[in-house]
């Protein structure tokens, strides 16, 4: 089984986190950010990757130092259940329809960090959680984690649904990505021997 888990403490947070790459998709999720564990719900559930995740933050600050440095500690872990990458499929791909709303998402477990990000929000706030820090989200996972992620709304005008098709779209397309493909016979999926630089 191919695990992850990062202890992280900060004078703003202090964050334990667990995943397991070939789970069935099991959480135990509390950030004090009750949009945000529903969204980390959803990655978990639809990515087969199981993930618990604590945090105690400076809520009383803002939002933000949690969302980063939960995201961060998340990233690390999947970077360490990854390992050398040996064997992943690599690339991930998922469109994801959420009634009016359609998301595309993609990724490749590149070792090269970088997000694109086509989507945006017109208010301000999905519960108490603020709708800035979402693309803060997935670009502090990409960079602990080493992930070339692209995430395109291609239409939509729910917030909510916007907010959700791109946190399954990136579930489903990582699912994809992190199986192991037995016909690579373990070889690291890249003519260069190594992924990253």
């Known amino acids: 089984m ?36 529903h969204m980390v719900e959803q990655f978990s559930r639809h990515s087969l990757i199981d993930v618990t995740l604590k945090v105690e933050g400076d809520l009383h600050v803002d939002q933000h130092h949690t969302t980063e440095d939960s995201a961060i500690a998340l990233g690390q872990a999947l970077a ?53 820090l ?19 709304v291609l239409y939509g005008t729910n917030n909510h649904h916007i907010c959700e098709a791109l946190y399954k779209g990136f579930a489903r397309a990582m699912r994809q990505a992190v199986e192991l493909d037995a016909r690579k016979g373990g070889a690291i999926p890249s003519t260069k021997g190594q992924l990253g630089g």
Request: charged content about 25%; hydrophobic content about 35%.
């Open 2 to 37: 191919r695990t992850g888990r990062i202890e992280r403490t900060t004078k703003e947070t202090s964050i334990a986190v667990e995943v397991c790459l070939d789970g069935t998709g099991t959480y135990d999720i509390s950030t004090g950010i009750g949009f945000l564990d």
């Open 80 to 132: 360490e259940a990854l390992g050398d990458k040996a064997g992943i499929g690599r690339y991930g791909e998922a469109h994801s329809p959420m009634d009016e709303t359609l998301a595309r998402v993609v990724v490749d477990i590149s070792g090269r960090p970088w997000l694109e990000w086509k989507a945006r929000f017109t208010q301000e706030k999905l519960g108490e959680w603020d709708t800035e």
């Open 134 to 152: 979402i693309e803060h989200w997935f670009q502090s996972v990409a960079q602990a984690a080493g992930l070339t992620l692209h995430c395109q």
